[in-house]
């Protein structure tokens, strides 16, 4: 979309997203009304006759690439309107007039003394009417002295002299405007100004800026020395203010704190404040109307500095609001809100809309997503790459762009901790900057983060997502949640608006790893000494601390063990030590542990007898809420076993089957993946369970009896490589939506009661080799089908019928026939996958007709010759005929379809594939 049809769109949608204004790429243009153009020149009355605010001169042979640029830059993004003369551009009587014009339009002239400055004949021809300016209509000069000393340049000495020398040389017949020079050189100099001398440039540009704006008697807002990662942004922000055609006057800046929403709002503050009749900044918003009368002195500022008066009094809120329509509605103004945490505060500032004059623009930065819905743009303010990360980090602790050789690795370490937020980066940059390599590693091992604010009712929603549920499928989390007696769906929304989390592609919950540290240290901090008085713990060892000393409490709401990657990081302890990666948890570790064990090179650790822990440790840990365990092993009676557990994950459950005594009614999700069970349980009753994971349990021969399990909505038996039977009580799991089967190679057939199965969406046989009996009907509400690698013609039905309610595997006689029709497929099937069940008849393309189907995978199947239309799949998206080698197939696809016959591509993963569960038991990530 143009940019121009952006604008004319805002107007009639109640919102504006972040795309619609990605395609501006210049000013747009209009014809303005006899009101607006009125509007317009009243405005442009207003201005003042000078187009810049500074005129930066110096030599370009000297500093154009460098301390020039750098300064320029400097000017620009503190919002000085800076003209910037290049003597070596070539030059023209035209160029002279335009520089004549801009020297008489700059109301400061920055000249930049260098070595080599006095050489160049245009420089001293713009220093002569710099002077001339001065004296008649008090120009303010600033001169700078870079590198040369300013007595050398007062009395011509060095490489002046040498350069007057030189000029009275090939100048004979203008003697006198050598002399002029001269004279102006000594009179500018003895200006003084600032000298340039063994220090950081970047400090020194940043007081040259404030000296500027001093002279200029502007009010700069401070944003720092290094300004990086923020020129796309400042850029759009920047076009939208200087295009008055657009109706969207409202900018929202809305990210996590830290990002830099308020370093952004600064500098395109300082870019643009004098393209408005009035201006004004109102800094952190959310803290100052908690103060008493904090509001009043909000509206109070903005009264001040629309009025331009020293003092303006309100004495309630609704007074100051009618007070700021009337100042408001007649004036071209920008207003910045920063860090505005609910809708009330910025009404109680601005008003209405329809207040603001034609031309004015509000911009506000939040937290909050969600804090303004109709008529606004909202921009998201994302994270540095770690290449900008690492930009600014090193300018702040070592003044350069990149580190010293041997602190590569601390500011790694760093910059990791800090994932791209700038105010982390700066902070630490700055703590550490003249630190050395043992300074380092202390203070990284030390340092604190700030707790996060947020509403204290989501407070435990947000501490059990940072400790237990990150990567987790969301929608597992909220059932988890739920059953913790928290309002989950709005709990999650909540921070979702806040940015505090995040929900990724594969509907996973992610945060930021600044936001989970800050949140950890909440906790923390609620017993830094005791962690068995802490409402939840995730760091391994404390976690085996509190079980072997048995000192948990009833505080404990959650905790974390697992066993394999605690005897992990105790055997490379010392490895950490040596290279000073001493703070805990190492991720490095965990990655280099997943890695090993996968490609073999390093052998599983078996338990031993000390790290088996007494279950009385959990006897006053009565409120736990979360367990989640690996290669734990318990010894001891389950009596006293806490009963108010939500969540079980225990990954290698070591028993071969859950103890008797084991009373957890209140679980919703048991997940015991790699456990050694044989036989589940017997008669237990899970009345509230929602998800049951058994997958990877090799010694697993029978399903338990479901039948105290009424309200399961997904059951995983996925890689039970022994198991051979489903017990017949899954008909009483009327609410079962997902069943997985996949990789149950010994299973022959399927019990006949799962047509009963009315609400199953999903069924996955993928693998099943053996299966040779299915239902007769499949289910009528089923959406995903999944039975790749059995042979079809070989399977029978429930009535032993091949012609029955599956009669799509008919037709042909003899062990080849694979040709089926699909007429009784459920109807409401999205995806499809049959890959590899040795299919040959391509007419089963051409006879599907499924209206939902989205989906359809036909890979390694032997389909021969067809060429035809496939009418029936008007919603189809994405076919699969790969791997097809005896294919000879021409289809004429819907025009819905997307992709066809990706050659040596395999499928794009299907959402519905994307289920909870890892390896990790921090982790709810399924691996594969």
């Not at 609001?321 to 505060?345: G, Y």
Request: with cysteine; aromatic share 6%.
């Amino acid at each position: 979309m143009s940019a121009s049809k952006a604008v004319a769109t805002s107007s009639s949608s109640s919102s504006c997203s972040d795309d619609e204004f990605s395609s501006f790429r210049g000013k747009t243009t209009r014809k303005a009304s006899k009101a607006e153009a009125s509007s317009s020149s009243s405005s442009s009355s207003s201005s003042s006759c000078c187009s810049y605010h500074a005129f930066l001169s110096f030599r370009g042979k000297d500093v154009r690439k460098t301390f020039a640029d750098h300064l320029y830059v400097a000017l620009t993004q503190a919002g000085i309107h800076t003209f910037r003369d290049d003597d070596e551009i070539e030059r023209g009587e035209n160029i002279e007039q335009e520089l004549k014009k801009a020297i008489q339009k700059s109301k400061v002239a920055v000249i930049v003394f260098s070595p080599d400055y006095a050489s160049s004949r245009w420089c001293l021809d713009e220093l002569l009417m710099f002077n001339e300016r001065r004296k008649s209509d008090g120009m303010h000069i600033l001169p700078i002295f870079y590198h040369v000393d300013p007595s050398a340049v007062r009395r011509q000495k060095g490489s002046f002299k040498e350069a007057f020398d030189r000029h009275e040389q090939q100048l004979k017949e203008e003697i006198d405007k050598v002399e002029r020079w001269r004279a102006a050189l000594k009179e500018v100099a003895d200006l003084g100004g600032e000298v340039l001398k063994d220090q950081y440039e970047a400090p020194f540009i940043q007081n040259i800026v404030k000296l500027v704006a001093n002279k200029l008697d502007r009010k700069l807002l401070h944003v720092g020395s290094y300004l990086t990662g923020i020129d796309d942004y400042v850029g759009r922000i920047n076009q939208w203010l200087q295009d008055e055609s657009t109706n969207v006057r409202i900018l929202v800046l809305y990210g996590i704190g830290g990002v830099g929403k308020t370093t952004i709002a600064k500098t395109v503050y300082n870019q643009n404040a004098d393209n408005f009749e009035r201006s004004c900044f109102l800094a952190d918003v959310a803290e100052t109307s908690e103060q008493p009368k904090g509001m009043n002195s909000l509206q109070e500022q903005l009264l001040s500095d629309i009025h331009k008066r020293e003092s303006v009094k309100i004495y309630n809120v609704d007074e100051g609001v009618m007070k700021i329509k009337d100042a408001m509605c007649c004036r071209k103004v920008i207003i910045i809100l920063d860090n505005v945490d609910n809708s009330e505060q910025f009404k109680s500032i601005i008003g209405e809309q329809e207040w603001l004059s034609w031309g004015s623009k509000i911009i506000v930065t939040t937290p909050l997503k969600c804090l303004l819905s109709e008529g606004c743009w909202k921009l998201h303010i994302e994270p540095l790459s770690v290449e900008k990360s690492h930009k600014l980090f090193a300018l702040h602790a070592f003044g350069r762009e990149d580190p010293p050789e041997n602190f590569d690795e601390h500011s790694e370490r760093v910059v990791s901790l800090c994932d791209g937020l700038p105010l982390a980066l700066c902070v630490l940059g700055s703590f550490l900057h003249r630190r050395n390599v043992k300074e380092w590693k202390s203070e990284i091992k030390e340092l604190q983060k700030i707790p996060d604010k947020h509403n204290d009712r989501h407070r435990s929603i947000f501490l059990h997502i940072v400790f237990f549920f990150i990567r987790w499928d969301k929608d597992v989390v909220v059932k988890i949640l739920e059953g913790c007696g928290f309002e989950a769906i709005i709990g999650v929304q909540h921070l979702l608006d806040r940015c505090l989390i995040e929900i990724n592609e594969r509907n996973n919950l992610a945060m930021h790893q600044m936001v989970r540290d800050m949140g950890r240290e909440v906790v923390r901090q609620e017993s830094p000494d005791e962690p068995g008085e802490r409402s939840r713990i995730c760091n391994h060892k404390e976690v085996f601390t509190v079980l072997t000393e048995k000192t948990g409490t009833k505080t404990i709401r959650g905790l974390i063990l697992d066993m394999h990657m605690l005897r992990e990081e105790n055997e490379n302890s010392v490895e950490e030590s040596v290279l000073g990666c001493e703070d805990s948890p190492s991720m490095v570790n965990r990655l280099v542990g997943i890695v090993c064990q996968r490609i073999g090179n390093i052998p599983k650790t078996s338990s031993t007898s000390a790290d088996v822990i007494k279950t009385e440790a959990f006897a006053n840990m009565r409120q736990l809420n979360v367990l989640l365990l690996n290669d734990v092993k318990l010894d001891g009676g389950y009596e006293d076993f806490p009963k108010h557990l939500v969540c079980l994950r225990w990954l290698r459950f070591p028993l071969n089957s859950m103890p008797t005594c084991l009373n957890v009614e209140k679980l919703v999700v048991l997940d015991m993946r790699h456990s050694r069970l044989k036989h589940a349980w017997q008669g237990k009753s899970f009345p509230c369970l929602k998800i049951l994971d058994l997958s990877h349990s090799h010694l697993l021969t029978t399903t338990p009896d479901f039948t105290g399990l009424p309200g399961l909505e997904s059951l995983l038996l996925k890689d039970c490589i022994n198991l051979v039977k489903i017990d017949d009580s899954i008909a009483v799991l009327r609410a079962l939506v997902l069943l997985n089967l996949e990789g149950c190679v010994k299973l022959k057939e399927l019990p006949k009661t799962i047509s009963d199965l009315k609400s199953l969406e999903e069924l996955y046989l993928t693998g099943c080799s053996e299966l040779k009996v299915l239902p007769k009907v499949l289910m009528e509400s089923l959406k995903v089908f999944l039975a790749g690698g059995i042979t079809l013609n070989e399977l029978s039905f429930g009535s032993r019928d091949v012609r029955g309610a599956w009669s799509w595997l008919s037709g042909r006689e003899g062990p080849e026939s694979t040709m089926f029709s699909s007429a009784f497929l459920p109807r409401s099937l999205t995806h499809l996958i049959l890959t590899n069940c040795n299919l040959s008849d391509g007419k089963f393309i051409t006879d599907l007709h499924l209206t939902s189907l989205r989906y359809l995978v036909l890979r390694d199947n032997p389909l021969n010759t067809i060429s035809a239309e496939i009418p029936g799949l008007p919603s189809l998206v994405y076919l699969d005929i790969t791997q097809c080698n005896n294919s000879n197939v021409i289809l004429k696809v819907p025009t819905s379809i997307e992709e066809r016959n990706r050659i040596g591509r395999s499928l794009t993963r299907l959402s519905c594939w994307l289920r909870f569960g890892s390896e990790d038991i921090s982790s709810g990530r399924e691996e594969g």
